[in-house]
C-alpha cells in the first residue's frame, strides 16, 4: 500500500511540509484543484510527477469563484475518495486550507486580470469568476511556491488567464495546460457530470461531437461563420441552451474572423437542464 501524502491544514504546517519536500532542491509542481477528483485531475498529477521532484495538490472550493446563484453550497465534496485517489497517484502533499484559513477576517485584496479575463466568454456570463480565480490561484501560487503549476484545457479561458497572470505579475511559477480527458463518448470529465440526468448525460456528447465537426470543416477550408452556425444548430437540437460557440485566437483568446489568422480554438458553453458545460478543441 502506497502511504498517504502529508495533509496540511494552516499555514504554519504548510510552510514546515515544504521545508522538508524541499530538501535537496527538489522541484515541486502544485496541480490546484476544488476537489471531487477525476481521471481529468489524476492526468494533471501523472503530468506532474512527470515534470518535477514532488507533487503537492491543493484542494479547496473557492467560495470567491461562485456567483450568490451558483452551485458552492451543492458543489461535491468527496474527501474520502480524493484522498484515496492522490495516496494511489503517490502525491507528497495535500494543501487543505479551510475558507477563514484563506480569507481570514478582514481579507480586502484581489488580483483583477484584463486581456484573456475580458475576452467575452466565459466572463461575459459568470463575471465574477476571474476575479475569485486569480486571487485564489496567486494567494496558492504565493502560499506553496511551486516551480510549476499545471491547469486542465477545459477551462482553456482560466488557463489563459492564470498563465498571463503568472508572466505579468513575475510569480515565478511556469503555468502548463495539460489536455482534456474525455470520456468514451467524447464527454470532456468535469466534476459538475455528476450533476447530469442520466436523459442529459447522454445528450452531453453532442457539445465535442459539435465542436469536432466545426474544427473538421474549417481544416478542409469551409469558412468560420456556416461551419460555427450549424455547431450551434446541432447543440441547440441536443437540447442545450447555448451560451457562446466561437473561435478564438488560441493564445490571446481575440476573436478571430479567418483560419489564416490562428492558431485557433472553438470554444463552447452551453447549459443542459441545470448543468452548465464548457468545452473545446483546437483546430
Ligand atoms: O479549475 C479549478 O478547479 C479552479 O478554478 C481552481 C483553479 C482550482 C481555482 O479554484
Redesign the pocket.
Same mark, same amino acid.
Given at each position: 500500500m502506497s502511504r498517504p501524502p502529508v495533509i496540511v491544514r494552516t499555514l504554519p504546517a504548510l510552510r514546515r511540509a515544504l521545508d522538508i519536500l524541499r530538501t535537496r532542491n527538489a522541484s515541486l509542481a502544485l496541480v490546484?484543484?476544488?476537489g471531487a477528483l477525476h481521471d481529468g485531475h489524476v492526468s494533471l498529477v501523472r503530468q506532474a510527477k512527470r515534470r518535477a521532484g514532488k507533487v503537492a495538490v491543493?484542494i479547496?472550493v473557492?467560495p470567491a469563484?461562485f456567483a450568490p446563484n451558483e452551485d458552492f453550497a451543492a458543489y461535491p465534496r468527496t474527501w474520502k475518495a480524493d484522498l484515496a485517489r492522490l495516496t494511489e497517484e503517490k502525491v507528497d502533499l495535500i494543501w487543505n486550507p479551510d475558507a477563514k484559513t484563506m480569507y481570514p477576517a478582514g481579507f480586502a485584496s484581489k488580483i483583477l486580470t484584463e486581456g484573456p479575463a475580458l475576452a467575452g466568454l466565459e466572463d461575459r456570463f459568470r463575471p465574477h469568476f476571474f476575479g /475569485?480565480?486569480t486571487t485564489?490561484?496567486g494567494k496558492?501560487f504565493a502560499q506553496v511556491r511551486p516551480d510549476l503549476a499545471l491547469? /486542465?484545457e477545459k477551462?482553456f479561458q482560466?488557463l489563459r488567464v492564470?498563465a498571463r497572470m503568472a508572466r505579468d505579475l513575475d510569480l515565478g511559477v511556469k503555468v502548463m495546460g495539460v489536455q482534456i480527458v474525455r470520456e468514451r463518448d467524447g464527454l470532456a470529465m468535469s466534476?459538475r457530470n455528476r450533476y447530469l440526468s442520466p436523459e442529459h448525460r447522454a445528450s452531453a456528447p453532442a457539445l465535442y461531437r459539435a465542436l469536432k465537426e466545426a474544427a473538421k470543416r474549417i481544416r478542409a477550408g469551409d469558412k468560420l461563420a456556416p461551419a460555427l452556425a450549424e455547431g450551434a444548430a446541432s447543440i441547440t437540437a441536443a437540447g442545450f441552451k447555448l451560451d457562446y460557440l466561437e473561435a478564438r485566437h488560441a493564445e490571446t483568446l481575440a476573436p478571430i474572423a479567418a483560419r489564416k489568422d490562428g492558431p485557433i480554438r472553438l470554444l463552447v458553453a452551453a447549459t443542459i437542464g441545470t448543468t452548465r458545460l464548457i468545452d473545446n478543441v483546437a483546430v
Open positions: 490546484p484543484t476544488m491543493s479547496f473557492n469563484q /475569485g480565480v485564489v490561484v496558492l491547469f /486542465g477551462d482560466q492564470v466534476s
